[in-house]
């Protein structure tokens, strides 16, 4: 079922050897975990789920498993980034970015052998150019010891964050 809509979807995943793998996994004891992203035929959108083992009496029941898609994400991002006056993203790995603000508007065309848009394909000029080249700088206070990644877009140097 859609958030915000009555239309129930339902998609056979019973043949997807990923979802047999990770059934197999939560029954032999696996705890809960993030899904890769992937591309569902019945809503034609990217969505990750959460797979939320359930267990009585330590024997394996079944799962939960609610999944989120791409644009609901993006559109999460795109309200943070307006409220912060920031640029938030996610990505996936080094090369694809998993939301953006601009995804939720529809702008890539998702599908099972792509679903998931590089960093060029996002259309953001600041992700494009995020790995250029090591761009690693120093932030002052109130971050002691911060680093950040940081690119120059029309002359302007963006901080993207880093690690803490």
Do not use: C
């Amino acid at each position: 079922m859609l958030r915000n809509s009555d239309e129930v979807f339902v998609e056979d995943w019973s043949s997807r050897p990923e979802i047999a793998a990770a059934m197999a996994a939560m029954s032999n004891g696996a705890s809960a975990q993030w899904s890769p992203p992937f591309f569902s035929v019945a809503i034609h959108e990217t969505i990750v789920s959460y797979r939320q083992p359930i267990r009585a009496e330590g024997q394996f029941m079944g799962a939960f498993i609610p999944a989120l898609t791409v644009n609901e994400m993006s559109s999460y991002l795109a309200r943070l980034s307006d409220d912060l006056d920031i640029d938030a993203f996610i990505l996936y790995g080094r090369d694809h970015v998993l939301a953006e603000p601009t995804m939720s508007t529809g702008k890539f065309a998702y599908s099972a052998a792509n679903p998931l848009p590089t960093l060029a394909e996002a259309g953001n000029p600041i992700l494009a150019r995020i790995w250029d080249q090591d761009r690693r700088s120093r932030l002052s206070a109130p971050l002691k010891n911060a680093e950040a990644h940081y690119v120059v877009v029309d002359d302007v140097p963006i901080v993207l964050g880093g690690d803490y």
